[in-house]
C-alpha cells in the first residue's frame, strides 16, 4: 500500500454528494485504483446533515476511516462537523460564497463552485465543478475524467455532455491555475488494473439475476429496496417477473405460490417486514417450498434507526417462524461473497427444499466497493428438480435423504397438492400422530447434507486467506466476525500484524447450519476470542457458546446505528 | 357434457353432514368438466377455514396456504404458469377478514383467476364467531351482545373495484352455481364469485330456509354491464337478494402484461450467461 486517502463529501441531502462521488469513484476505478465508499444518510429527502466517505488505494481496501485526508464541505454545517477530522497537509474544499468559515487556516481550499457553474452554463453543475478540482487535487488525468463524462452523459445527449466536460475542464483548471503548489500525494494509476465497482444490494441483485432467479415480490424498506430496484431494473431483460405487494405478508406468500409453479423465487426487506413474513416463512418450511429471502438489516426495534446500520436479527432469522424447520442462513462478508453466496442460495434452497436467508445491512447494501471481476463460471444457477414423475407421484415421498421429489403442475398428467397442514406423502391433510413423526423426521434429515454444503468459515491470518482446511500456525486472539464486519475486522488484523501481534479472524458466511466442526477447530488454542458484533447481546458469541460450548472472552459491540472502524475496535481490545 | 367427473376425489370428506360446502364442491367439479379441463392443468389455492378445505377433496392440483392468504399465492402460480386454470377455494372470513387487503389488489392487478367464496357468514372452522359477513346482532360467544360492525357487501366492494366478474350464488342451485363458476373461469380477468352456503352447524340465522326464501334470480333484461344499475343491484339485500353476474367489465389482465412484455420465464431454464456477463460491464 504505497498511499491510502480518505475523502469526505459532505452537505444536505439533495446538494448532489452523490453525483460527486460518483464521478470520482468511477474515475479512480478507470484508473485502477481500489476505492471504498460509504454513505451516511438521513432518513429524509432534503435538507439535514449526510456525508459520504470515499477511500483510495493501490490495493484494495475494506472500510473507512475516521479522519480524512480531504474534506469537500457543501454548506458551513458540514465544514463545523468534519474540520477536525481533517488534519494537518490535509485539504478542505468549500465555496467561499455559500459556506462560512471561522478562521481558514493553510488546509482550506476556496473553490467558488457556484459561480464557476454559472459561468459554463447552469448551477446544477456545481457538482461536475467540484469533482474537477479533486480530481486535479489527486493529480488524476484530467483525460481520463473527460472520457468517464462522456459515457456518464451519453444517453442525455450532446449539450448534456458539453456542459459537464467543460465544467469538469472549469473544476479541474480552477484548481490548477490557483492552487498549483498543493503537492498533495503521488496516485499512481494502474491502467492494466480491471476493476469492477459494485455496492452490496447490486452484488446481491447481480447474483440473483446469475442465480436464476424468475420472481421476486417485495414491498420498499430501507435498506432493502436496492436489491429489489436493482433486479426489477433487469426483470425483462432476463425474463423474470417482478411484483411490488402490497405488504410483506403477500410478498412471501407470492413468492411461495411461484415456487409452486417451479419458479425460482424470492422476495427482500427488511427488519419489520420480515416479522410479517413471519408465518409465510414457516408455511415455506412446512411444505418445503424453496425460496431465497434477503433481510438486509437496520437497527430496531420496530422502526428504529430506519437509514442507519445493525446486525441485530441474526438469531431472529434463526429462528423466525412457529413450529420447527430446518434453513440456510448466509451472512456474506463483501459484495464479491455475495455475488456468489447468493447463486448458491438458489441452488441449494432449490435443492433441499427450504427457505434460504441472505443477511445483509444498511453498511453492506450501499457500500461501494472495488472487486476483481467476477468469475461467472465459478458458481452457476443448477436446478435439482427432476424432469419426470410418474403418475403415482407423491409430493412428500419419504426419502433417506429427507428430500422428496419437487414437481410442479402439469409437468405430466399427475396432480399434487401442497399444504400447510401437517400431511401424508400425498399431500394431504393427517393428524396421525406416527406420520406427523415420520415427516418432521424427514424434514430435519435434510441437515446432515445441508451441512456439507457451500459456506465454511474463513480464517483471515495476516495477508493469507487460510482455507478451511488449516491446522497449524494458530493466532492467540482470534475475532470472530460475521457479515458485513469482513471487512473492518480483516483490516484490524493487518493492523496489530504490523505490530507484531498474533492475530487472525474467523469470519461466517453461513451461520446456518453451524458449522460446527470447522469453528471447534479454527478456535481450539485459541487464547482470546472476541466477536466484532453491530448489536448490544453479542448474538454471534451466543450462538457459538450453544452450537458449540465455546464461550468468547469478549464482545466488541457497537448500536449506535454506524459501521465500525479499525480506529474504533482498536480502542476497544 | 362429458358424464365422468375427471375430478372426483375417493376419500374422505370431514365436513358436517347438509353443510352447503359439498355442493359448491359438486358445482366447481361440474364447471371445470363441462370446460374439459384436465385435472392436472387446474390449481384450487386455498387458505384456512372448512372452505379452504376443498382442494383436498378434489382431484386436482392445490396448494392449501394459510389462513387469509390465498390470493398473493394464487397470484405467484397463475403469474408464472398462465396455462394454469387457477381458482381459489375460500371463505369469508379468509377472503373479507384476515385477508382483505390482498383482496383489494389482487383485483387491482386484475391476474386472470377465478375467486369462488363460501360464505356463510360465520367462522365455520373455529366453532362459531362471526364473520365480516354476519348480520349485525348476531350472537355468538365471541360477540355475546350481538354483533355491533356493519356486514361487509362483497358484491359492491368488487364493483366499486371495477372487478371483471361479480355474481352471486346460492349453493343448494348447483347448476346454477356451476354455470357461474363456469363464467367466471372464462371470464379474462379476476373474476369474484360469492356463494351464498348454510353452515347448519353455526349459523342458526342465515338457514337453507332464510336463504330460500330471499335468493331470486336475476331477470334476462338485467344488464350486468351498467355499473350504476350494478352497484343499486349490489345494495339489495333483504328480503330479497338478488342471485347471477350482476357485473361484468374489460380490462387488461396481469396475465396480458406480461405477454405484452414478452416475460415468461420457463421452468428449469438458465439465465443466458451471455447476457449475464453483459451486465459486469456496468459496474
Ligand atoms: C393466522 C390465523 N389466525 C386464525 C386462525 C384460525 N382460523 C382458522 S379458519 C378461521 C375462520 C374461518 O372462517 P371462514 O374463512 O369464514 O371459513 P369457514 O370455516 O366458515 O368456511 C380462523 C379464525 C388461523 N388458522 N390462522
Ligand atoms: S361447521 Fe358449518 S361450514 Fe363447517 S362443515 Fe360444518 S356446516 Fe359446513
Ligand atoms: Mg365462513
Not at chain 1, 442507519?308 to 441474526?314: P, S
Not at chain 1, 494458530?474 to 484490524?492: C, D, H, I, P
Not at chain 2, 391476474?111 to 369462488?116: C, E, F, L, R, S
Request: aromatic share 10%.
Amino acid at each position: 500500500m504505497s498511499f491510502d486517502i480518505s475523502i469526505k463529501i459532505a452537505g444536505q441531502a439533495g446538494q448532489g454528494i452523490q453525483s460527486i462521488a460518483e464521478i470520482l469513484l468511477k474515475v479512480l476505478k478507470l484508473n485502477g485504483l481500489h476505492v471504498f465508499a460509504y454513505q451516511d444518510y438521513m432518513s429524509r429527502v432534503r435538507g439535514g446533515h449526510n456525508f459520504m466517505q470515499v477511500r483510495i488505494s493501490d490495493s484494495p481496501v475494506y472500510s473507512i476511516k475516521e479522519d480524512c485526508n480531504i474534506l469537500v464541505a457543501l454548506d458551513t454545517n458540514s465544514v463545523d462537523v468534519h474540520r477536525n477530522e481533517v488534519p494537518k497537509g490535509g485539504a478542505i474544499i468549500y465555496d467561499p460564497h455559500s459556506t462560512m468559515v471561522d478562521s481558514p487556516d493553510n488546509r482550506f481550499i476556496p473553490i467558488p463552485m457556484n459561480n464557476l457553474a454559472k459561468e459554463v452554463g447552469s448551477p446544477i453543475l456545481s457538482n461536475t465543478i467540484s469533482a474537477g478540482s479533486i480530481l486535479a487535487l489527486l493529480d488524476i488525468n484530467k483525460m481520463d475524467a473527460e472520457e468517464f463524462v462522456k459515457k456518464q452523459f451519453a444517453k442525455k445527449g450532446e449539450e448534456v455532455i458539453e456542459k459537464n466536460l467543460k465544467a469538469l475542464e472549469r473544476g479541474y483548471l480552477y484548481f490548477l491555475e490557483n492552487f498549483r503548489s498543493w503537492k498533495f500525494t503521488d496516485i499512481k494509476a494502474q491502467k492494466n488494473n480491471k476493476l469492477i465497482m459494485i455496492n452490496g444490494s447490486e452484488a446481491v441483485g447481480f447474483g440473483a439475476i446469475a442465480g436464476g432467479c424468475q420472481f421476486i415480490a417485495a414491498y420498499p424498506m430501507s435498506p432493502s429496496t436496492g436489491v429489489f430496484t436493482y433486479i426489477t431494473g433487469k426483470a425483462k431483460e432476463f425474463n423474470i417477473i417482478s411484483e411490488q405487494a402490497e405488504d410483506e405478508i403477500a410478498a412471501i406468500n407470492m413468492a411461495l405460490g411461484a415456487s409452486f409453479s417451479g419458479a425460482r423465487a424470492m422476495t427482500t426487506t427488511s427488519g419489520g417486514g420480515l416479522s410479517l413474513m413471519a408465518e409465510g416463512l414457516s408455511l415455506a418450511g412446512v411444505m418445503e417450498a424453496p425460496v431465497v429471502v434477503v433481510n438486509a438489516q437496520r437497527p430496531g426495534p420496530a422502526t428504529g434507526l430506519a437509514t442507519r446500520t445493525g446486525q441485530e436479527d441474526l438469531e431472529y432469522v434463526l429462528h423466525i417462524g412457529h413450529g420447527e424447520f430446518p434453513r440456510f442462513v448466509f451472512a456474506p462478508g463483501h459484495p464479491e461473497e455475495a455475488f456468489y453466496t447468493t447463486i448458491h442460495a438458489f441452488n441449494l434452497s432449490d435443492k433441499y427444499q427450504v427457505p434460504a436467508f441472505i443477511l445483509i445491512d444498511q453498511y453492506f447494501a450501499d457500500t461501494y466497493a472495488t472487486a476483481k471481476e467476477f468469475d461467472l463460471n465459478k458458481v452457476k444457477a443448477i436446478s435439482s428438480q427432476p424432469s419426470a414423475f410418474s403418475n403415482d407421484y407423491k409430493r412428500y415421498q419419504i426419502t433417506k435423504s429427507g428430500v422428496s421429489p419437487r414437481a410442479y403442475p402439469m409437468q405430466g398428467d399427475f396432480t399434487f397438492i401442497a399444504d400447510s397442514h401437517e400431511h401424508t406423502e400425498n399431500g394431504h391433510i393427517t393428524e396421525d400422530g406416527e406420520v406427523r413423526n415420520k415427516m418432521v423426521e424427514k424434514r430435519f434429515r435434510k441437515l446432515k447434507g445441508m451441512q456439507k454444503e457451500f459456506g465454511k468459515p474463513t480464517y483471515y491470518y495476516g495477508d493469507k486467506l487460510v482455507p478451511s482446511s488449516f491446522k497449524k500456525g494458530k493466532a492467540k486472539t482470534v475475532f470472530l466476525a460475521w457479515g458485513s464486519n469482513y471487512g473492518v475486522v480483516r483490516e484490524t488484523v493487518d493492523y496489530l500484524k504490523k505490530q507484531k501481534r498474533s492475530v487472525a479472524m474467523l469470519h461466517f458466511n453461513r451461520i446456518y447450519p453451524f458449522p460446527r466442526k470447522e469453528a471447534i477447530a479454527f478456535l481450539k488454542g485459541a487464547k482470546e476470542i472476541i466477536t466484532v458484533e453491530n448489536n448490544y447481546q453479542g448474538q454471534f458469541g451466543n450462538i457459538l457458546k450453544a452450537e458449540t460450548g465455546i464461550e468468547v472472552d469478549g464482545k466488541i459491540l457497537k448500536y449506535d446505528g454506524r459501521p465500525f472502524t479499525v480506529e474504533y475496535i482498536l480502542k476497544r481490545i | 357434457m362429458e358424464n365422468t367427473n375427471p375430478f372426483h376425489y375417493e376419500g374422505e370428506l370431514s365436513w358436517c353432514p347438509g353443510c352447503g360446502d359439498f355442493q359448491i364442491l359438486k358445482s366447481v367439479e361440474k364447471a371445470l368438466t363441462s370446460l374439459n379441463k384436465k385435472p392436472s392443468e387446474v390449481v384450487l389455492v386455498s387458505g384456512i377455514g372448512q372452505a379452504a378445505k376443498l382442494p383436498h377433496y378434489m382431484k386436482a392440483n392445490g396448494f392449501n396456504g394459510l389462513h387469509g392468504r390465498a390470493l398473493p399465492p394464487a397470484f405467484g402460480i397463475k403469474s408464472f404458469n398462465r396455462d394454469l386454470t387457477v381458482l381459489v377455494t375460500t371463505g369469508d372470513g379468509d377472503c373479507y377478514g384476515e385477508g382483505g387487503n390482498h383482496l383489494i389488489h389482487a383485483i387491482r392487478r386484475n391476474i386472470d383467476i377465478t375467486v369462488i367464496v363460501h360464505n356463510n357468514q360465520v367462522y365455520g372452522l373455529t366453532k362459531g364467531q362471526a364473520s365480516p359477513t354476519s348480520e349485525v346482532g348476531m350472537v355468538t360467544k365471541t360477540q355475546p351482545f350481538g354483533v355491533v360492525s356493519l356486514p361487509f357487501n362483497p358484491i359492491a366492494f368488487a364493483i366499486a373495484m371495477d372487478t371483471p366478474f361479480v355474481a352471486r350464488s346460492y349453493s343448494k342451485d348447483i347448476d346454477f352455481t356451476a354455470d357461474l363458476i363456469k363464467q367466471g373461469i372464462e371470464t379474462k380477468g379476476f373474476a369474484l364469485i360469492d356463494i351464498l352456503q348454510p353452515c347448519v352447524s353455526f349459523n342458526k340465522i342465515n338457514t337453507y330456509q332464510w336463504y330460500s326464501q330471499r335468493a331470486y334470480k336475476l331477470d334476462n333484461n338485467y344488464d350486468p354491464t351498467n355499473r350504476v344499475k350494478a352497484f343499486e343491484k349490489s345494495l339489495e339485500w333483504g328480503d330479497k337478494i338478488p342471485i347471477g353476474v350482476i357485473y361484468r367489465s374489460q380490462r387488461q389482465t396481469y396475465d396480458e402484461t406480461l405477454d405484452r412484455l414478452g416475460i415468461k420465464p420457463q421452468v428449469n431454464s438458465q439465465p443466458d450467461l451471455s447476457k449475464v456477463k453483459s451486465l459486469l460491464s456496468e459496474f
